[in-house]
């Protein structure tokens, strides 16, 4: 049977482990991000999504990663931190991880590649693409990460 996103262990921000099967019965949205890019505001929109949707039924999840200009080059405390003092972010982040190349993360080996997931092949081409999985932890697809993470395409995603 093909692996979905609820069967993978990461660790969060504080180094401990996290079960994806605990967000089993939840929409979510995965989102790579960095503290030093053009796209870092989006950490605003997310906030507000996740304060205006999140709970029982949605879910996003940050992981830091430093893949594209060095824009997230700080240890997990100085992301936490950052996240905290400048955007009041309270949805789960997760420790840095790589989201492209020969030390990308299983997670995301998973999230961009259609032999994977089964749907698309979704390459990360910058910080803040957004993923979206349903409450069975199937991959739906992506949203670029130009794109406010309010489009209408997450914000239908959520609803239905």
């Known amino acids: 049977m093909a ?9 969060d921000i504080e180094g401990k482990d996290v079960q994806l099967s605990d967000f089993k019965g939840k929409k979510l949205l995965v989102v ?4 030093q890019c053009g796209l870092t505001p989006q950490y605003s929109v997310l906030q507000e999504l996740y304060e205006e949707y999140g ?16 824009q997230e080059p700080g240890t997990e405390d100085e992301i936490k931190t950052f996240c905290e003092s400048n955007f009041n ?3 789960p982040m997760m420790s840095k991880v790589s989201v492209k190349g020969d030390d990308q993360h299983e997670v995301y080996q998973w999230l961009t590649q259609k032999d994977e997931n089964g749907v698309e092949d ?25 794109e406010t993470p309010a489009t209408d395409e997450i914000i239908n995603f959520i609803k239905k």
């Open 122 to 146: 979704a390459p990360v081409e910058w910080n803040f693409q957004k993923f979206m999985i349903d409450e069975n932890g199937q991959y739906v697809g992506h949203v670029h990460p130009q």
């Open 3 to 11: 692996k979905t996103f609820h069967d993978f262990t990461v660790k």
């Open 55 to 70: 709970g029982d039924g949605f879910q996003i999840v940050g992981f830091p990663a430093n893949n594209f200009g060095n």
């Open 32 to 35: 790579n991000t960095a503290s």
């Open 89 to 91: 972010v309270t949805f």
